[in-house]
């Protein structure tokens, strides 16, 4: 099993950051694909950002020159740095891995439980 915790979320005036931590631990032989999501009340959920184990990044239309998405692979965590934020930015943000745990084993997804982010002045 592995376990997702998020961290740094909140309230935040437009134009103003914030940055967001997603830490794993568990089981975790590899991690193959790293992501953050959104979702806003009475919307499905959306890709923010999207980094793979080669480095390749992704990211939504509208959070392109503001959002970054990086990883810290010794400590198995995935920061997504918020510039320049827009009240259309609140949402519940959940961090999204795909891990290996055992190797010939296929990859497992794993969700963290959600954290808010609100911009507003």
């Known amino acids: 099993q592995v376990q997702l915790v998020e961290s740094g979320g909140g309230l935040v005036q437009p134009g103003g950051s914030l940055r967001l931590s997603c830490a794993a631990s568990?089981?975790?032989?590899?991690?193959?694909?790293m992501g953050w999501y959104r979702q806003a009340p009475g919307k499905q959920r959306e890709l923010v950002a999207g980094?793979?184990?080669?480095?390749?990044?992704n990211y939504a239309d509208s959070v392109k020159g503001r959002f970054t998405i990086s990883r810290e692979n010794a400590k198995n965590t995935v920061d997504l740095q918020m510039n320049s934020l827009k009240p259309e930015d609140t949402a519940v943000y959940y961090c999204?891995?795909?891990?290996?745990?055992?190797?010939?084993?296929?990859?497992?997804?794993?969700w963290g439980q959600g954290t808010q982010v609100t911009v507003s002045s």
């Open positions: 999204y891995l795909s891990v290996v745990s055992t190797e010939f084993r296929p990859p497992r997804d794993y």
């Open positions: 568990g089981s975790i032989l590899r991690i193959n694909v």
């Open positions: 980094l793979t184990s080669g480095g390749s990044t």
